[in-house]
């Protein structure tokens, strides 16, 4: 929705205002229209279109082009032989690395060995390697910005010489008003624009060791409506008028009915399964549209708060939306389970007014760069958590195994047990979370019996906090054993 006000100084009589510079793109039957101060009013409001051709460049402006487009190709060529450059001096600092990894492990096995030096010397060269990296990184770019700059040179170019005609829309507004100025507002819808909600999470430590997160809410804008948007002010709404109101619509289940078997009603088959905790959202409602953004069922709107510039070139711009700085309380977690790494998580709360939309989150630690992830939808004031990767000084090491304990004179129980192995390789202690998960009965013929008078949640999960020191190792083991009542068949939980 565009909206467009301006001033008219009227002469006093009935005509036509014209105007000019708009997208051919709108969509007429949209068009709203009002007199904000003045007397008058308006009797018809109409969009014109027209091919008009483009005028004949002048010589100077074609050799312009042509001497940008030569400034661009010799661009293109130092780059590229830059980044032939930069790709060898990265392999020799591969080279080098590992190299001095094959010193290492000779003097090593000499019994020779200086690990304050070898430390050293490995941080430098891996510095030297990750340098080489960004170096890439940005050449890179820097080759994506000549070409794109050079293809829109050569199209202003070809446009120019082969006298291309040019589709120009104008609005014409026909009214009667006093002389005077009058105020005038015009409305419309335009298709090709988007926006999605991104965000930024910059985690902060003090002196004394408290955690903050710098949380930054942002917006992600495309558009090619055909005409640049400059310094205009933005509104962003998760309302999506030209879908409609359509209700999904709903399959049909069938149940059966039929009566047991002798064998199933002497016999209760039970079996394992993982059930994902999901919540349902209207903005799924159909795997072919466009994907949504997840508002928790309410049109959600923004303020983008000072004036933006957004080009009509379908790239992304990021605008700011707001930002608010909250404490957090950051810990190590771990569910061995599921992946073998200790994340770095903090938990901090929602200070806006409204909730965070779901989308993609840039995660920094004291401004640097360490990923990307994602934040769900949060309401106001919910506390919610942002992972910050993986501590790669820490070794987990997760083992499942099955042992049976024979008893005199009774039958033998089968016990699973979990163990995780965590080792501290870094210079730094660490509190490290740790969450298993056992087996949740439904049935009341079947009981999960845990070792050492555990007890886990409602949903089985067990956790437990271990320090680890530089260069030590602790383990965790949770052992459970499943016990049945009547004829159940069990199938085994692994």
């Known amino acids: 929705m565009v909206t467009r006000r301006g001033v008219v100084d009227w002469h006093g009589r009935a005509g036509t205002v014209l105007i000019e510079g708009v997208s051919a793109l709108i969509v007429d039957s949209s068009i709203q229209y009002k007199i904000i101060s003045g007397a008058g009013s308006i009797s018809s409001v109409s969009v014109r279109r027209a091919w008009v051709p483009r005028t004949r460049p002048e010589a100077s402006l074609i050799a312009d082009l042509n001497d940008q487009i030569q400034h661009r190709k010799q661009e293109a060529e130092k780059l590229n032989a830059d980044l032939q450059r930069v790709i060898r001096h990265g392999k020799a600092a591969e080279h080098a690395l590992l190299l001095y990894a094959d010193h290492i492990a000779h003097f090593a096995s000499l019994g020779q060995s200086d690990p304050q030096r070898w430390q050293k010397d490995v941080a430098a060269l891996q510095d030297r390697l990750l340098s080489n990296v960004a170096q890439v990184n940005t050449v890179e770019a820097a080759r994506e910005d000549v070409a794109e700059a050079l293809a829109n040179l050569d199209g202003a170019l070809a446009r120019l010489t082969r006298g291309e005609l040019v589709l120009e829309s104008s609005i014409a507004v026909s009214w009667e008003a006093e002389a005077g100025p009058v105020s005038l507002e015009i409305s419309y819808l335009l298709p090709s624009a988007v926006w999605r909600p991104t965000y930024e999470a910059d985690l902060r430590r003090d002196s004394d060791g408290r955690a903050s997160v710098v949380f930054r809410v942002m917006a992600t804008v495309w558009q090619r409506t055909g005409v640049d948007w400059e310094g205009v002010n933005v509104t962003l709404s998760t309302a999506r008028p030209s879908a409609g109101a359509k209700l999904p619509t709903l399959n049909t289940d069938r149940l059966s009915l039929r009566a047991k078997t002798r064998e199933e009603r002497k016999t209760i088959a039970a079996s394992f399964r993982d059930q994902a905790i999901s919540q349902a959202s209207l903005t799924d409602a159909s795997p072919s549209a466009l994907p949504g953004v997840d508002d928790g069922g309410e049109t959600r709107v923004l303020t983008v708060g000072c004036p933006a510039s957004v080009a009509s070139n379908g790239r992304p711009h990021r605008l700011s939306v ?49 990923g990307v992830g994602k934040i769900p939808f949060v309401a106001a004031g919910e506390h919610f958590p942002v992972s910050f990767g993986s501590e790669d000084d820490i070794s987990v090491q997760y083992l499942r195994t099955r042992k049976t304990e024979e008893r005199f004179a009774q039958k033998d129980q089968l016990w699973f047990h979990q163990r995780v192995t965590v080792r501290n390789m870094g210079t730094t202690a660490r509190e490290i979370e740790l969450v298993l998960r056992v087996p949740v009965s439904e049935l009341k013929q079947v009981k999960v019996l845990l070792q050492d008078d555990l007890r886990s949640d409602e949903q089985g999960m067990l956790k437990n906090t271990v320090h680890v020191k530089p260069g030590e190792e602790m383990a965790w083991q949770v052992a459970f054993r499943l016990e049945k009542s009547g004829k159940v068949e069990l199938s085994d939980p692994w």
């Open 322 to 370: 707001a930002s608010f700085q909250a404490p957090a309380e950051a810990r190590y977690k771990c569910v061995p389970a599921l992946k073998t790494l200790v994340y770095l998580v903090a938990e901090l709360q929602n200070q806006m007014s409204g909730p965070i939309l779901a989308g993609p989150v840039t995660l920094l630690v004291d401004g640097d760069l360490v």
